[in-house]
Nanobody, 125 residues
Framework: VQLQACGGGLVQAGGSLSVFCADS????????MGWFRQPPGKEREFVAAISWTGGSTYYADSVKGRFIISRDNAKNTVSLQMNNLKPEDTAVYYC???????????????????WGQGTQVTVSS
């Protein structure tokens, strides 16, 4: 399993940015995919997740209505479109994969088996 995250960068508050995660080592469509983030000096936290087919999505309250998670199983990629970004969205963003999860456990970091290396997103005020 090899998850590669990319697309981070610097953006002004109110702007938009997308981060992407590609896999080269797993049967991508067999895995639930999630995004987590770790703000400076804080613990890693759940951001969003998407089911195997993309039919179900889950969001942290802090990003609901601003972020959109999507996946393309044909291209083995998952994306996180981030709109109306705020300085508190500044973090290292990680993609992760799990073979199975319930609607409750999908938010838990320890539910995920594979992790990408992270990509930095910085939102300036």
């Amino acid at each position: 399993v090899q998850l590669q995250a990319c697309g981070g960068g610097l953006v002004q508050a109110g702007g938009s940015l997308s981060v992407f995660c590609a896999d080269s080592g797993i049967t991508f469509s067999s895995y639930v995919m999630g995004w987590f983030r770790q703000p400076p000096g804080k613990e890693r936290e759940f951001v969003a997740a998407i089911s195997w087919t993309g039919g179900s999505t889950y969001y942290a309250d802090s990003v609901k209505g601003r972020f959109i998670i999507s996946r393309d199983n044909a291209k083995n990629t998952v994306s996180l479109q981030m709109n109306n970004l705020k300085p508190e969205d500044t973090a290292v963003y990680y993609c992760a994969a799990t073979y199975s999860a319930t609607s409750t456990t999908i938010l838990r970091e320890d539910e995920y088996d594979y992790w990408g290396q992270g990509t930095q997103v910085t939102v300036s005020s």
